[in-house]
Structure formats: structure tokens, C-alpha cells
T-cell receptor
Framework: DTGVSQDPRHKITKRGQNVTFRCDPI?????LYWYRQTLGQGPEFLTY????????KSRLLSDRFSAERPKGSFSTLEIQRTEQGDSAMYLC?????????FGPGTRLTVT | RKEVEQDPGPFNVPEGATVAFNCTYS??????FFWYRQDCRKEPKLLMS???SGNEDGRFTAQLNRASQYISLLIRDSKLSDSATYLC????????????FGSGTRLLVRP
């Protein structure tokens, strides 16, 4: 399967813990995006990378969130000191131009 | 006002019916337009890009009216497998190409 992959698929954590998610994009895609989706809503943009450069961050991305894409390949999204409001599906997408293809997402539950 | 607005539905139709979804967007600078399909607890999957001239893919037809900032999706001869949430999506019109999603329209096709 040469699509976008994400790991883990599910994560349950206690409030205050740190979590890290990984995304492996389609190999020839230079753009990588992170979105967050809560129940009943469409995905909301968090941040994006072109190659290894993080070019934009949403105001939704508080100081507790950090993302990296070393060497322009896979990306990680870390949430520090998780809060119950961080519970959501975290989606990664990659693209070479306009059309974005999504991974299966990481469903985070903060208890 | 939301940047992308859709009727949340649900649309409950019998197999074989024709159903139409509408969507309006507020950013006149948007350049690319899409319909994504999302099954329950899965990632959004690109259904089709929407072009100014309108485009068709099998039973699916998409239309774009830039002057009215309006996008539509028509599904003919509905199948049970078409049951899903349909997300209207536009890009921001800047160099990020980040996507702005509507909240989705839920379709239920009954036997």
C-alpha cells in the first residue's frame, strides 16, 4: 500500500501526559498537512510542511503542540500536557499540488 | 459565518434516487474545489475535484459557479454503498493550498 500511513491508529492517554503521532506521506509528495477533526465537524487545518520547512501554523496550534518533518520525509506531531479538549481525530494528508490524500488518522482520547 | 457552508442533512433516500448537495464558500480567492467522502470513523477520501466547466465521473456530477461561490454534487441512481458524509472542500487560495472543509452532508440510502 503506497498511501499515507499514520501511527498509532488509536491513543488513550491521561490528562497531562505527552503524546506523539507519526505520519508517513506518499513518497513523492513534498507537501504534508496536519488536520484535526472533532465529532460532527469537518477537519480543521493545523499546520503544513513543504519538504522539511514548516511554513504555516494555525492559531488552533497552541504552544503545547509541535510538529516536525526531518529530512522532508515522515512527520511527527507532539502534544504536551494533554487536555480533555485535545480529544479528536488527528489526520495527516500529503500532496504534490492541489489534491490532498489523507491517512487513516490517529484517534486521541484524553481521560 | 462559516467559510464553507453545507446543509448537514441527513438526506434519507431510496436506492435508485437522485440526490443533490449544495455548498457555498466565502473566500473569493479560492482556486481549487473538491468533494470528499467520509465513512463513519474513517478518513476523508477524495471523491472528485470540481472544475469551472463542471465535471462528471460515472454517477457523480459536480458543478462550480464562481460568481455565486456555489458548488454542487449530484448523485444519480443512488446505491446503498453511497451512504456516507459528503464534505465540500475549498482551498485557501494562497500558496499553502490548505483545505477548508464544510461540516459535511450526511446521506443515508435505504433499500
Amino acid at each position: 500500500d503506497t498511501g499515507v500511513s499514520q501511527d498509532p491508529r488509536h491513543k488513550i492517554t491521561k490528562r497531562g501526559q505527552n503524546v506523539t503521532f507519526r505520519c508517513d506521506p506518499i513518497s513523492e509528495h513534498n507537501r504534508l498537512y496536519w488536520y484535526r477533526q472533532t465529532l460532527g465537524q469537518g477537519p480543521e487545518f493545523l499546520t503544513y510542511f513543504q519538504n522539511e520547512a514548516q511554513l504555516e501554523k494555525s492559531r488552533l496550534l497552541s504552544d503545547r503542540f509541535s510538529a516536525e518533518r526531518p529530512k522532508g520525509s515522515f512527520s511527527t506531531l507532539e502534544i504536551q500536557r494533554t487536555e480533555q479538549g485535545d480529544s479528536a481525530m488527528y489526520l495527516c494528508a500529503s500532496s504534490s499540488q492541489y489534491e490532498q490524500y489523507f491517512g487513516p488518522g490517529t484517534r486521541l482520547t484524553v481521560t | 459565518r462559516k467559510e464553507v457552508e453545507q446543509d448537514p442533512g441527513p438526506f434519507n433516500v431510496p436506492e435508485g434516487a437522485t440526490v443533490a448537495f449544495n455548498c457555498t464558500y466565502s473566500n473569493s480567492a479560492s482556486q481549487s474545489f473538491f468533494w470528499y467522502r467520509q465513512d463513519c470513523r474513517k478518513e476523508p477520501k477524495l471523491l472528485m475535484s470540481v472544475y469551472s466547466s463542471g465535471n462528471e465521473d460515472g454517477r457523480f456530477t459536480a458543478q462550480l459557479n464562481r460568481a455565486s461561490q456555489y458548488i454542487s454534487l449530484l448523485i444519480r441512481d443512488s446505491k446503498l454503498s453511497d451512504s456516507a458524509t459528503y464534505l465540500c472542500v475549498v482551498n485557501m487560495g494562497d500558496s499553502s493550498y490548505k483545505l477548508i472543509f464544510g461540516s459535511g452532508t450526511r446521506l443515508l440510502v435505504r433499500p
